[in-house]
């Protein structure tokens, strides 16, 4: 039944087409000249390609908005920031657990950044992954932890928050530079291990090398350690741990000189 509607259908809008163009044909004379769009004429494949090289918008986007401004990439480029700039604000809100750690060293200073996004499958995208990478150099060329003078750090010409709106309209997902962890000056040595791109530690240490920090932070990463030495510990942790040992001695039944 649905193909024989459908038949109907089409027999229905050849009809109207086969009438119009009678009518005009009776009525009106049909125009020897069309006229075609500007902008239309203006967009070429090149400019498209230069557009979405820019911005890193999808082919429709950039053919679309090129049209708007008769083939103006420049003016193209600021529409599609805009539209960018509303869609991560619209994403802003929306949970961003997934991502990956990533970690840069300038100098003596070593850092590690967190940056988040919605889902594994985004987080595993070359564009998250530069992204993401870029984030942690800019943040490891910076004498600070904070999130907001990372943000407004200089990218290729571009600030980070920049980039990071570009990258959400692209991607179409919420990104959030999250976290930012630094260790390290002249005067030491440091080292970092990533396990999964979900677990980062960095070591620093007086003398030594990085390869040692590195094994350290392995087993860091593998322990979970509470506290990095000795006096780190809070008082009253040891004075709970002590009762804890106590306790097993004395269940275990051996004589309280042991």
């Not at 109207?16 to 044909?25: H, P, Y």
């Not at 090149?46 to 679309?64: F, N, P, S, V």
Request: hydrophobic share 45%.
């Amino acid at each position: 039944m649905s193909i024989h509607l459908l038949i109907s259908a089409t027999m229905k809008l050849s009809f109207a087409l086969a009438l119009m163009a009678t009518t005009a044909t009776a009525f009106s004379p049909i125009a020897t000249n069309t006229r075609v769009s500007t902008s239309l004429n203006a967009v070429t494949t090149a400019q498209i390609k230069e557009l979405r090289e820019a911005t890193g918008a999808g082919m429709m986007d950039c053919k679309k908005v090129l049209n708007e401004f008769d083939g103006d990439v420049a003016a193209a480029a600021e529409e599609l920031r805009k539209k960018g700039l509303a869609t991560a604000d619209k994403k802003a809100s929306r949970v961003a657990a997934e991502g990956k750690i990533a970690m840069a060293q300038v100098g003596g200073r070593s850092v590690l950044v967190e940056v988040n996004c919605e889902t594994d499958f985004v987080a595993k995208d070359d564009s998250f992954s530069k992204f993401a990478d870029s984030a942690a150099l800019a943040a490891a060329s910076n004498d600070s932890d904070d999130i907001e003078a990372l943000m407004a750090s200089d990218v290729g010409g571009s600030s980070l928050e920049d980039v990071r709106t570009g990258l959400v309209s692209k991607i179409g997902e919420n990104i959030q530079v999250r976290r930012i962890s630094s260790r390290g000056s002249d005067e030491t040595t440091t080292g970092a291990y990533i396990h999964m791109n979900r677990i980062g530690v960095l070591v620093e240490i007086e003398g030594g090398t990085s390869e040692i920090c590195t094994d350290v932070a392995m087993h860091v990463a593998a322990m979970n350690p509470l506290y990095a030495t000795r006096d780190d510990v809070p008082a009253e942790d040891i004075e709970k741990e002590r009762e804890i040992l106590t306790a097993q001695v004395a269940d275990s039944g051996k004589p309280a000189e042991i």
